[in-house]
Each structure stands twice: as structure tokens, then as C-alpha cells.
């Protein structure tokens, strides 16, 4: 994964950090903006998992913090609830300025509350997910229920949310009062993912449902069975994760791609900016080869070797089925297991110096039917004498010319 450390502005002039995640091949297909749940951070493990999930089925994913939260400058103190709709917001812009405008908004429990808000005015954002939501912003007062009463008369409490010391004022509380979710969420005319824990004890599930019934189709729940609110255990956040990068894919757009073009019957193309990821058309088929990881590729496919060892694998199979069905003998199945190393050639005469070293293809298969033991001595015979084999034991040509670009 590769990931940036952003520093941006919002529109008081404020500096916000976040990270921008990138997938592997650096080459997103769209952009997603998260907003973190309420005095949380960017770096909250739940955060940091529902983004590798997304990182990894091809999205770019931006998280940042809030105003006086995590690495971000300003006092928390001096916020509000429509300061977070306004850091998402020039989050957005900033995207959009410097990379790509976001196509997918995701917030979490009063992240997600502004998220709703946020989305009505990021034109670029075509699908919306809510983990945690609550379906009014005043929830928030609950968290702070012993000190309302402090709030209220002396204008601001220190209050202990998460372990952390936070100042609260009243007019945090008083800009909750005004903003009506439910309203938003009914004009809202994007779609939207509503994931909530039934378990949830912090916001609780009654809230995912008067989101969904205010919201318009297309929309959709999820049940987050077992999780908590900040969704502790790992195997939550990567469903979740999981679950909204295949559900917004139905909403956002893909780019075409690149087809290529070719006077024969396979064509490889790879650019400079791909490391060793090479796209490549077989006939009608699409398909990617790689190296793996241990030798600087991305291990996105097959390397060169192992597609040749595919080759013979998968000739040998359809070679012995052939030959199986012209005898009328019962082979039911063929597993064909094939791999490639260079060992030292039989009666070596420079094995002390690495030269007798040949290509060698192990091949081991193994059949299913209610075949004899003569039936299945032939068949072993049949397997030398599959195309692809006999086209490695034979001397072949390699014939390269330079041509101009097909495509």
C-alpha cells in the first residue's frame, strides 16, 4: 500500500492532516473521503482497517482529522458539528484541486451524521455510507448527560470521552439543535449504505432504522452483528470494509480498460510506471502477469514461467479427456499439478559450475475414474505427447522484429 501525509487548509485557515492511501498499482479508480467518528482521529484502528479494504479493491482513500483533533491544528473547543460539514467539504475540494474529486463519502457514528450533511453539497459524490449513524446529531448530548447542567450555566464543561479530556461549549451543543438529519437525509437523492450493530450500546440500532425510513431508494442496510460502535474487533472493520467497496461499485463508475491490440494470437503490454505488471490479451481473453513481491513485483499474477507451466497443466488435461472420451474409458476427472525449476542435468559435466543447469518441468497427475491399471499406464503414456509437451522437448524459433505500435 502506499500512503501520503497530507497537509491542507479548510476555509478558516486552519491546517488539517490526514493520510491519502493509494492502491498498490497507484492507479484508483475512484476516490473516497471518510469522516472519523466523534473525537476519534484518522489513525483509529476501525478507521485504518475500512480503509485497507477499500485500498485494496482499487480505491484511494483520504482520512483526515478533524478541526483540534488528532494532528490537526485548532482548538476542538472552539468547534461544532457544522465545522466538521465544512472540513469535510474543503476536504473534498482539496481532492478535487490536487487529485481526483471524491466519488464515495463514508462517515462514522457522528462522522457519519455530517457525512449526510456533507454529501448534499459535494457535488461529486455519488454514493454515501454511514457506519454507526445517529439519526439526530443531538445524540451526542447523552455522552455528555452529566454535565449538561454545567454546560448550560457556566457555558462550557471539561468532559472525559474515550479516556481523553475535552472542553465542550454550549454552543457545540446549541449548533446539534439545528441541524435536522432526518430532513437532509429525506432530500438526499444519492445512494446510501446503512451499516449498524444491533449490539451498538453507544447509538443505539433504533437509529439505523429512522435513517432508512427517511432516506429514498436506492438504499440499503447492513447488519454488523456482533460489533461494537467503534467496531473493536478487526474482522468488523475489514467486513465493513469489505461491504461497502462492493456495494458502491453498483453507484460509481469504472474506467474502460485500456484494450489492446494485436496482430497475433497474444500481445503483452507494459509501461514504464507499472513495475513488472503487465497486461496482456490471449485470443479474445483478458489477463495480467506478474512477479512476485520477493523480487519487486506486485504479485497481481501469474509470472511468465508459471503461465507456461499453466500451459503444459492445462494441455495435459484436455489432451488426456480427449483421448479418454475417443476410448469410451470412464475418466472422470484429471488434476494436473506442474511446476518449473532449473536443476542440474543428468551426467553433468560442469555441475560444479552452475552451467549444467536445464529447465525442468515437474509434472505429477492424478485421475479419477474407474480406470484398470492398463488404462491408466496408457493414459501416463498419452500425457507425453500433449502438444504443449512435445513443443517443449522440440527445438522452437524465436523470431523478433521491431514494428510500430498496434495499439
Known sequence: MNQQKILFENREGIRLAGRLEFPIDQHPHNYVLFAHCFTCSKNLTAVRNISNALVDKGFAVFRFDFTGLGESDGDFADTNFSGN?????????????????????????????????????????RALATIAAPS????????????????????????????????IKKQFLEDLERNELK???????????????????????????????????????????????????????????????????????????????TRHQVVAGLASSDGFTTRMKAGRHYL?????????????????????????????????????????????????????????????EQCETGQGRIDTFQRQIALTGALDTKQRERLLEIANKCPVHRTLHTEVQVITTLVEDAG
Open 183 to 261: 430532513t437532509v437525509a429525506n432530500r438526499l437523492r444519492k445512494p446510501l449504505l446503512i451499516l449498524h450493530a444491533p449490539q451498538d450500546t453507544t447509538v443505539g440500532i433504533k437509529n439505523a432504522e429512522m435513517l432508512y425510513q427517511a432516506a429514498h431508494h436506492p438504499k440499503s442496510f447492513v447488519s454488523l452483528d456482533g460489533a461494537d460502535h467503534l467496531l473493536n474487533q478487526k474482522k468488523d472493520s475489514l467486513y465493513a470494509g469489505e461491504v461497502i467497496a462492493s456495494w458502491a461499485l453498483r453507484y460509481l463508475q469504472l474506467p474502460e480498460p485500456a484494450r489492446l491490440k
Open 136 to 167: 439526530d446529531p443531538t445524540h451526542v448530548k447523552h455522552l455528555v448527560q452529566s454535565h449538561l447542567e454545567e454546560i448550560q450555566s457556566q457555558g462550557a464543561a471539561r468532559v472525559t470521552l474515550g479516556g481523553r479530556e475535552f472542553t
Open 288 to 348: 495480467t502477469a506478474d512477479e512476485p513481491a520477493s523480487v519487486g513485483g506486485n504479485d497481481f499474477g501469474p509470472s511468465p514461467y508459471e503461465l507456461v507451466s499453466a500451459g503444459l497443466a492445462a494441455c495435459t488435461a484436455m489432451t488426456l479427456h480427449m483421448y479418454a472420451r475417443r476410448k469410451g474409458w470412464p475418466l472422470e476427472d484429471v488434476k494436473v499439478h506442474t511446476s518449473h525449476g532449473k536443476n542440474h542435468a543428468q551426467d553433468c
Open 85 to 125: 460539514v465544512e472540513d469535510l467539504v474543503d476536504a473534498a475540494r482539496f481532492l478535487e484541486e490536487s487529485y481526483q474529486a471524491p466519488t464515495l463519502l463514508i462517515g462514522h457514528s457522528l462522522g457519519g451524521a455530517a457525512a449526510i450533511f456533507a454529501a448534499e453539497r459535494i457535488g461529486s459524490v
